[in-house]
């Protein structure tokens, strides 16, 4: 079934050539609810050219397995704390076949560099829990000490 076939609601067509493309389609609020966020999130990445799906005759999105092989990716990359711009490059525009070899070498580069980002986080994590720790000792040495100052001796008070 071409687009300008296709029924107006994808999901209302029951023909057996119908449910067989279907396998192969996805409506937003399909993806929408498989990826856990909001057809809002998925139209602003159609806006900003990362995805780039059909349309049906009532003008309904129809996103294709490429489609959704390519927000994994763009969900991935948000994951692991790259800008939509870096995705961009390291998925390429929807329309752009880049090398693949240079979208691997991109990927490689920002991963190298999340990678220390991650690592100098980490180490800044280790010094903010030692401090804490050590302060966390000086407050316990701190309040033994006040409390057994406070607390009348044996044989005292009565």
Same mark, same amino acid.
């Given at each position: 079934? =071409? @687009?300008?076939?296709?029924? /107006? !609601?994808? @999901? #209302?067509? &029951? /023909? &057996? %050539?119908? %449910? %067989?493309?279907? @396998? !192969? #389609?996805?409506?937003?609020s399909e993806l929408a609810e498989e990826f856990g966020i909001t057809a809002r999130s998925i139209r602003y990445y159609e806006k900003q050219g990362l995805i780039s799906p059909g349309r049906s005759n009532? !003008?309904?999105?129809?996103? =294709?397995?490429k489609d959704r092989a390519r927000l994994r990716l763009i969900l991935r990359g948000k994951r692991f704390g790259y800008s939509l711009e870096q995705i961009r490059e390291m998925i390429g525009y929807w329309n752009a076949e880049p090398e693949e070899s240079q979208q691997i070498r991109k990927s490689l580069n920002y991963g190298d560099k999340k990678l220390a980002e991650l690592r100098t986080r980490i180490k800044e994590l280790q010094q903010l829990e030692n401090d804490l720790l050590s302060v966390k000792q000086k407050l316990l040495k701190r309040l033994e000490s006040l409390e057994n100052h406070q607390r009348p001796k044996q044989g005292e008070g009565k």
């Open positions: 079934m =071409t @687009k300008a076939e296709a029924p /107006s !609601n994808p @999901k #209302q067509d &029951p /023909s &057996p %050539q119908a %449910q %067989q493309e279907r @396998k !192969n #389609q996805y409506l937003i009532g !003008n309904y999105r129809i996103f =294709t397995r």
